[in-house]
């Protein structure tokens, strides 16, 4: 690991100044740049930690079931909140895919989304709840919607110095499900990630959500399959015309661990499945 | 680049000393203090050797930097007997034979210490799915297993 000046800024406006330097790299959990810094992909000269600013972490839920979570909050309080296994089900999924618990206790939901992997387990459930991403500089704050908050492959609309402080989840789906294709079942990187939230009136689809996680240059809303679903009850013909819709939003790509052809196919049949727990949760 | 001084609780005892940013807490550990009990295997967080307990919490400490555990608690395999009595989680490795060449041992150990002070009612299936980040690679698990619900067990019913 190369050498680099560590500054442990108790303020965010100080954070938010030392980040926008050139070469500077933020600290939340770790996992991802510390190994970075060993493997010298990453050299930055100052990190920046953020565990001494006060509010940024922890999860609470207001009257309404909105739920605001910290940005440095560990992946793992995420992954155990009984609120959002209650009302973002997909997101505590998507949480709990994580590494392993070792890995959980460190990483943040924060430093999940921030990396800006299109393949982040946290990303669709984010996605599918909506999730307004609090974001603040020296120049002060702003809100993005999470769908809007990806550019590529490692690249966000954040601009030097600008620190996400918070994701807001406005009021919950009545059922959500995140399904992560892969081979491990634990300490493995999702092929795919797909998550569904649906709400049910007497029968009828009155809105759904789908994030598809690792099929695109970044995380993606398949907003046609979306469009197919409400207003309809969810019968297995609609299903099927979701999964399609959405393999057709995708464009996954061949690596070495599987094909684009294998991704697109897995999108169709892993959105269907998504949709029927979710349902399932949501009629329950 | 320069030292800072930090403060780490290590075992019970504390220790201010000056490290270098880059250093990860397991370097600190190692090569600083002198506790080699926790091991270093793939350096990536893939493979768990480097368990080690920071605030209650299990966590790799090849991915934490020293200076980040600064007025933290933190526990490694060389602090987990008291008295001269070894750890039930210990002794019961050694009971069922949890270990062929002792590398990945430490590290079990401390994960599932932590899992078990956390709940010790998980099913065989929870604790297989819970100790998912720690890898051996001389057994085929059995005997690891064992003794974790050995340990789980004893502590169950002397708690």
Do not use: W
């Amino acid at each position: 690991m190369k050498s680099f000046e560590f500054f442990e800024p108790t303020t965010l406006a100080e954070a938010s100044r030392l980040f926008a330097a050139e070469h500077a790299q933020l600290l939340a959990g770790g996992t991802d740049l510390v190994i970075g810094m060993k493997a010298l992909t990453e050299t930055p000269q100052s990190v920046i930690s953020l565990q001494k600013i006060p509010g940024l972490t922890g999860i609470t839920t207001e009257a309404d079931n909105s739920i605001s979570i910290g940005a440095t909050t560990k992946v793992r309080e995420v992954e155990l909140s009984a609120d959002i296994q209650q009302h973002h089900t997909a997101l505590a999924e998507g949480a709990s895919e994580i590494g392993s618990i070792q890995i959980r206790n460190l990483a943040t939901i924060g430093g999940n989304i921030a990396h800006a992997s299109p393949a982040a387990d946290t990303v669709a459930g984010l996605l599918v709840a909506d999730a307004q991403v609090d974001i603040a500089s020296t120049d002060g704050e702003r809100t993005v919607p999470i769908n809007e908050l990806f550019t590529g492959p490692g690249q966000t609309v954040l601009t030097p110095g600008e620190i996400i402080t918070r994701f807001r989840l406005p009021s919950p789906a009545s059922g959500s499900h995140y399904i992560k294709h892969k081979i491990r079942e634990v300490m493995d990187l999702a092929f795919i990630g797909v998550a569904a939230a649906v709400n049910l009136d007497n029968g009828t689809i009155t809105d759904a959500r789908i994030g598809l996680a690792a099929v695109a240059p970044t995380p993606i809303r398949a907003t046609e399959a979306e469009e197919l679903l409400k207003g309809n009850a969810p019968t297995p013909e609609l299903l099927v015309q979701a999964g399609e819709a959405a393999a057709a939003a995708s464009s996954p790509i061949s690596d070495l661990r599987c094909s684009a052809e294998h991704r697109r196919e897995m999108v169709d049949v892993l959105t269907k499945q998504t949709l029927q727990q979710a349902l399932e949760r949501a009629s329950g | 680049m320069a030292k800072l001084p930090v403060s780490l609780t290590i075992n019970g005892d504390e220790h201010d000393l000056l490290i270098e940013p880059r250093k990860t807490l397991l370097a600190v550990l190692r090569d600083t203090i002198g506790l080699t009990g926790t091991k270093e295997g793939c350096s990536t967080g893939d493979c768990g050797a480097c368990t080690v307990i920071v605030d209650g919490k299990a966590v790799t400490s090849c991915m934490v930097l020293g200076v980040t555990a600064s007025e933290k608690e933190i526990t490694t395999i060389e602090g987990l007997a008291s008295d001269g009595e070894l750890h039930p989680v210990q002794q019961a490795f050694i009971n069922t034979g949890g270990y062929q060449c002792g590398f990945c041992t430490p590290g079990f150990i401390m994960a599932s210490k932590a899992l078990i002070d956390e709940n010790p009612n998980r099913t065989e299936e929870e604790f297989r799915h819970a100790l998912g980040g720690n890898i051996c690679r001389c057994t085929g698990y059995t005997k690891i297993l064992e003794a974790v619900l050995k340990a789980a067990e004893e502590i169950r019913t002397t708690r």
